[in-house]
């Protein structure tokens, strides 16, 4: 009897050293989960080089953007090197006129699109540009034959576009920059300031062009030049300026 246990006992760990070498068994699963582990390693590291091959492309796009970006409000955004409105129609024919304020940055082509929306964020040769173009309101005529002309931009860093426009808020900077000038391909004007301050975008007294405000109905033409405040909401800087047009000097 104990001769036939040991022969069983025998044959089970016959069976057993068998079924290991076999590679089954709680020998076999340490080797088999290493084997999965390295498998899934590999890929997971094509996979985070994938990604980051991936990411360096989206960031070297943004550089690019950025860089493109920058260049153009470095630039200001000027429509060029020449203020000649036959050459600035030739690149660009919704080109209206030629705006400067004197002591200023402001010294740019103005455009008038479709709408107020098409040039918020398109520069004057086209392309995508977060600071626009300065902009005639699509509801003037664009000959500035309105008594009441709006031209709007963004404010931007720097002083850039329309960005120095809240300085006009201060009684001494307005003193010493009240003037400039518009040239259209037809007429010059030269521009006196004569008010500035904030009002809300939906005041249709002040954002309803070719109406002249009450308060200004005696200097018609007035021109206003209207961008966001610093605080990103509903009101608007907004500077006026008389409109006298003078002999075009060719």
């Given amino acids: 009897m104990r001769m036939r246990y040991l022969e069983t006992y025998s044959e089970a760990e016959h069976s057993e050293a068998e079924y290991s070498e076999r590679g089954y068994g709680e020998a076999a699963e340490p080797a088999a ?13 094509w996979a985070d080089r994938a990604w980051l091959i991936l990411l360096i492309g989206l960031l070297a796009v943004v550089i690019s953007v950025l860089a493109g970006q920058l260049q153009m409000l470095a630039k200001g955004m ?18 209206v006129c030629w705006l400067m304020i004197d002591g200023t940055n402001v010294d740019h082509p103005v455009v008038q699109g479709k709408d107020n929306f098409e040039y918020l964020d398109k520069a004057f ?44 808020l201060e009684k001494e900077y307005l003193d010493r920059h009240r003037t400039g ?5 037809e007429r010059e004007y030269s521009l006196r300031a004569i008010s500035a301050g904030v009002y809300d975008a939906y005041d249709g007294r002040i954002f309803g062009p070719g109406i002249v405000p009450e308060t200004f109905k005696e200097r018609a033409p007035v021109l206003a030049l209207s961008t966001c405040t610093e605080e990103m909401n509903d009101d608007r800087t907004v500077v006026f300026f008389e409109m006298k047009e003078r002999r075009r000097q060719e």
């Fill in 33 to 45: 989960l290493r084997g999965s582990f390295l498998r899934w390693r590999r890929a997971n590291r």
């Fill in 78 to 95: 000027g429509g060029g090197e020449t203020r000649d409105l036959n050459e600035l129609l030739a690149i660009n024919p919704d080109t």
């Fill in 125 to 168: 040769t086209g392309e995508f540009y977060a600071g626009g173009t300065l902009f005639l309101d699509a509801r003037n005529s664009k000959d500035f034959s309105d008594p009441y002309n709006i031209i709007h931009g963004h404010h931007m860093a720097a002083g850039a576009m329309f960005g120095g426009l809240d300085r006009f």
């Fill in 181 to 185: 000038k518009l040239i259209t391909q």
